[in-house]
């Protein structure tokens, strides 16, 4: 069975990546999806997002990764994938994460949510939380993966 982890990875975290492992397990084939968001003002481009999934991902010889603009339903039919993974951090996550399962299945309700919780030593970790404790000099190197520590640092450091 093919199922979409979806989000917008700005940038990927462990507790991204431990969720895909551990969905790579579940499913026969895991297709990363970056959403466009035309509401969100990315740090890290697209094509920068994608890169760095690929990087991390690539001991997992059933995970791709892929950008999409559209419905993540459509994108799921296209594929032929029958699941959407998401990750569930705290019950905070949950009112936001139960109206998209139930907005997308009244969009196509041949596509199933499946919830996974987040592992514990993740369960407070959040994109935005690792660029700002970069920003401001902490150490994040056990929170996101070597590829995107390093061009947080590159980035922070072509900004001065
Ligand atoms: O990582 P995020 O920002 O919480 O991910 C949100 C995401 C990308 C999963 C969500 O915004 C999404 O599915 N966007 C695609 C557009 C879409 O299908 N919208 C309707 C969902 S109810």
């Not at 339903?73 to 019950?91: E, F, M, S, T």
């Amino acid at each position: 069975m093919k199922a979409i982890y979806p989000g917008t990875f700005d940038p990927i975290t462990n507790g991204h990546l431990d969720v895909i492992e551990r969905a790579a397990r579940l499913f026969t084939e895991v297709i990363v999806a970056v959403a466009v968001n035309p509401e969100k003002h990315p740090f890290f481009d697209m094509d920068e997002r994608v890169a760095m999934i690929r990087e991390s991902t690539e001991h997992l010889s059933n995970v791709e990764t892929v950008a999409f603009p559209g419905l993540l339903v459509d994108l799921a039919a296209q594929l032929g994938a029958q699941v959407i993974v998401k990750g569930l951090r705290a019950v905070s996550d949950f009112e936001y994460e139960f109206q998209m399962a139930q907005m997308n299945r009244k969009l196509n309700p041949g596509v199933e949510t499946v919830f996974m919780t987040t592992a514990s030593q993740y369960s407070f970790l959040s994109s935005s939380m690792a660029k700002q404790i970069v920003k401001l000099g902490g150490d994040i190197s056990d929170l996101v993966p070597a590829p995107v520590l390093r061009r947080l640092r590159e980035r922070l450091a072509s900004e001065g």
